[in-house]
Every structure is written in C-alpha cells, then in structure tokens.
C-alpha cells in the first residue's frame, strides 16, 4: 500500500574511476540486451505449462532469498529475462485485499456488463508481473525506474506501478500481466491496416511518456505488449529512462543556425579543408590519430543495438524525448520490411555506418556535423546520396518495381509517416503528438468511433 513516508535510498560513497574504465562499464550497463539475445521477453500463455528445470530451479532459489513472498504471491513461470532484470508470472495471493484500480479488464467488465460482476463472484486466479531487478544495479537506478512509474501513474497504455518490495539488497516491482502475442510471431504477417492500430496504441504511450518530460530510452518490440486481437498494447520496461534534461550539456545542435554555421567556419576541421582548397589539393585520406589528448566525449547512450537514434550514436549531450520516436520509426521499418531485426551492428560506429549506407555519405555528414561530429570514410559501398526507402523495401521483400509489383497505395503512406519518424535531424523529427494526428494513424478502422483503444488507467 502506498505510503507518505520517504523513500530512504542508500548511496555508496563517491570514488574515483578510471575514465575508459568507467566509460567501458557503462557502456556494458547501459546496454540492453538486443532482440535475437533476449530471453523469452514475451511468453504467450501457451507456454505457461512449459517449464524447464532451470527455471523451477531459478524460481526456488528466489522464493527462498526473498521473505514471506511466497505469502503474497504464487510464482507460476518466468517470463523474461533481460540485461537488468528477470521478470516472472505470478497469482496474486492477496488481490481481495487491496483496492485494484490498475486492473484494466475488470474495469471493462464493469462499464460493459454490469451483470459480469454476478458471474464473477467466484474467486479467479489474479496474475501479475513480478520484475525482480538485479542486485547489480545501482540503487539510484532502481530508485528513478520506481519514482518514474509512480509519475506515470494513470498514463494510457503505459505499465503502471503495483507496488514494490525491498528485501535485503534485493528490490521487486509488481506489476500487471498483460495478454499479449510475441512480435516474432505476427511481424511478418501484419497488415497495413493493423499497423495503424499498432502505432496509434504505442504512440499514445509515447506521447503520455513525453508529456512528463520522460525519456524512455528502449522502445523496442520486446518492450511494447500488444495483443493483435484486442488492437492494443502496452509500455513497459522504464529501466533506462530518464527525466529529459539529466546531465544535460549544451551540444551543436542546441544552437540556432546561425550560431552552428559559425561554430563550424571557425572550427579546425573547416579551417584545415578551406587550407587544402586554396591550395588546390585534395584532402588526406580519413586517419585515426596514434595519440589523441583529447579528453572522449561522454553522453548517454543507452538503449538497444539497432533501436538507437542518430543522435545517440555521435554522443549528442542534449538529448530530448525524440529518440524514442526514432525507435517507434525502426520498429515500423521491421514491420514494412518483415525482417527483424532489421540493424544488426556490433557497435555504434557499425550502427553508423549502416544508417550512411541508406541515407548516404552526404546527409549522414549533416548530420554528425549538427552535434559537432565529423564524419570521414573510406568504404566505397556507401554511395553519396543513398538509397530510396521505396527501393529498400522492395528488396527485402522481393518484390520488382518493373514488374508491377512495386510498393502498395497504403505501403506508400507508410513510409511517408516512416520517413517523419526516421528524421536525422531531431529538431525536425515529428512528435507523438504530432504523429497520433497524421494521416497514416488517423486511417485507422474506428478512428472517427469512441476510443477505446487507449487503456486509461486511472
């Protein structure tokens, strides 16, 4: 039950790190596990009978090191298991004990057939989502993931906050269970049509996110329940995010035009290429410098390979809730394609590269150049102004524009509302507010209806 008091949070005391140390643990930290590593991040309940003995054996170990959880809770499976956390089905032993507002389908029983609460008087098993968070993390982590989701409280389509439990060094949130299918199983079979439905429920967790001014930092597939049938899903997993503004430095890109054109005149790189213009030479080819004295660039980069915005991977330090619109544009990018996941690089400089290889060598110098960046290769498989996303397509599903098989009317609206999502420059990458109003979501079957689709948890 919440309470009034203050949370108490212990912190270790401040020490001093080696800097590529710190930069290497971080970088490992703040890695979230990516789509082909991650285990079992959402089990149907078909798989509920299914249980290895490892699992038995993982849920023993855990019923044993936390007091009196057993209690309170029946552990029934394990559900997901990711870089921070390991996330496990339970029944709710104590569910008629405690006010239940968070409990979105008894909600609909009571607006939609008054009679349902006669037929279930009976007492049901009531399941929720155990997030048992790894002792690994540091308190001030685990601390911001729960005072985030008690913000959240309320928002559409957004996992809220049961309530949470402390035992020792060990820290679980409860959370609800929510139906829903896995990705891989309907990703390559979703029509256009359902992908509307299935951006206008992400999006309107997203713009609910935004709203609060919070970053959620790994929208992913594994991390967005959606249930086909019920055209609906939710948020979930706050793990990495963070309040916007959070070690917030002035970057390139949080000037005006005018003030970056004459950071960058004045810079040594314009200077050096201005030297070899005049005297009428070519630039030397891209060098790596032996010792570089510079101090590195620090930001924050965490997320999941291949869902990272732009600005992410050239260490913007003023970044906003715009990167994870970006990640809500590759997963429609995986849906269009049918290929998941679509990026698939070992480090951020493969990630960037990947991205020149679609956008081409002269927007992606744009754009490192907007967040005071300086691109420079030599791999001669990156053309200088790209590929289509049209031509994209069309490849990764065979199909041949010349034999009439090119992209469909509804494909093509698609990709234009892609397009806004998978914006390189930040500033002119749509909102979530703005993408709920485009005419791609606003296509949907039933958005002129009452909408229903929104979970309002209130």
């Known amino acids: 039950?919440?309470?009034?008091?203050?949370?108490?949070?212990?912190?270790?005391?401040?020490?001093?790190?080696?800097?590529?140390?710190?930069?290497?643990?971080?970088?490992?930290?703040?890695?979230?596990?990516?789509?082909?590593?991650?285990?079992g991040c959402t089990h149907t309940d078909e798989s509920e009978e299914e249980m290895e003995d490892s699992v038995a054996e993982d849920m023993h170990r855990f019923e044993q090191s936390f007091k009196n959880i057993t209690q309170r809770y029946r552990l029934i499976n394990r559900i997901g298991e990711g870089t921070f956390s390991t996330v496990y089905k339970a029944?709710?032993?104590?569910?008629?004990?405690?006010?239940?507002?968070?409990?979105?389908?008894?909600?609909?029983?009571?607006?939609?057939?008054?009679?349902?609460?006669?037929?279930?008087?009976?007492?049901?098993?009531r399941f929720v989502a155990i997030k048992k968070i790894y002792v690994t993390s540091s308190p001030m982590r685990i601390f911001n993931e729960l005072d985030l989701l008690h913000d959240l409280r309320n928002s559409p389509n957004v996992c809220p906050l049961i309530t949470a439990f402390r035992c020792h060094d060990q820290v679980i949130a409860v959370l609800p269970y929510f139906q829903h299918r896995d990705f891989r199983d309907y990703f390559r079979d979703m029509t256009v049509s359902e992908m509307r439905s299935y951006f206008f429920s992400l999006f309107t967790a997203v713009q609910a996110v935004h709203e609060k001014k919070i970053i959620h930092r790994d929208i992913k597939p594994t991390n967005f329940l959606y249930s086909p049938t019920q055209r609906r899903g939710v948020l979930v997993d706050f793990g990495?995010?963070?309040?916007?503004?959070?070690?917030?430095?002035?970057?390139?890109?949080?000037?005006?035009?005018?003030?970056?054109?004459?950071?960058?005149?004045?810079?040594h790189y314009a200077s050096m290429k201005q030297q070899f213009r005049e005297a009428g030479q070519a630039p030397p080819p891209p060098t790596y410098p032996k010792e570089d004295t510079r101090h590195s660039r620090r930001a924050?980069?965490?997320?999941?390979?291949?869902?990272?915005?732009?600005?992410?991977?050239?260490?913007?330090?003023?970044?906003?809730?715009?990167?994870?619109?970006?990640?809500?544009?590759?997963?429609?990018?995986t849906l269009l394609s049918r290929r998941f996941p679509f990026f698939h690089s070992a480090d951020d400089i493969d990630a960037y590269i990947e991205l020149c290889t679609i956008f081409g060598r002269r927007r992606m110098m744009e754009a490192a150049i907007l967040h005071g960046q300086v691109l420079q290769t030599n791999i001669p498989t990156i053309s200088?102004?790209?590929?289509?996303?049209?031509?994209?397509?069309?490849?990764?599903?065979?199909?041949?524009?010349?034999?009439?098989?090119?992209?469909?009317?509804?494909?093509?609206?698609?990709?234009?509302?892609?397009?806004?999502?998978?914006?390189?420059?930040?500033?002119?990458?749509?909102?979530?507010?703005?993408?709920?109003?485009?005419?791609?979501?606003?296509?949907?079957?039933?958005?002129?209806?009452?909408?229903?689709?929104?979970?309002?948890?209130?």
Request: aromatic share 8%.
């Open 1 to 39: 039950m919440a309470t009034n008091e203050p949370v108490v949070v212990h912190e270790d005391e401040p020490q001093v790190y080696d800097e590529a140390e710190t930069e290497e643990a971080e970088q490992v930290m703040d890695e979230s596990r990516g789509p082909l590593e991650e285990s």
């Open 240 to 267: 990495l995010a963070e309040r916007e503004g959070t070690d917030w430095h002035a970057c390139n890109c949080s000037y005006d035009e005018k003030e970056r054109r004459h950071r960058y005149q004045t810079s």
């Open 91 to 125: 029944e709710d032993l104590l569910y008629d004990q405690y006010e239940n507002d968070w409990n979105l389908e008894e909600k609909e029983n009571s607006w939609f057939s008054p009679q349902s609460k006669q037929r279930t008087c009976r007492r049901k098993p």
């Open 384 to 458: 200088e102004s790209g590929h289509s996303w049209e031509k994209i397509l069309l490849w990764c599903t065979n199909r041949n524009k010349k034999d009439g098989a090119g992209l469909t009317e509804e494909e093509l609206e698609a990709v234009e509302f892609m397009k806004c999502c998978l914006e390189l420059d930040p500033l002119r990458r749509i909102t979530a507010e703005e993408a709920l109003r485009h005419p791609f979501i606003l296509g949907r079957e039933g958005a002129n209806g009452e909408s229903s689709e929104a979970m309002q948890l209130e």
């Open 300 to 333: 924050n980069r965490a997320g999941t390979r291949g869902f990272r915005a732009p600005e992410v991977l050239l260490k913007c330090t003023a970044q906003t809730v715009q990167i994870d619109v970006w990640s809500c544009g590759v997963i429609l990018l």
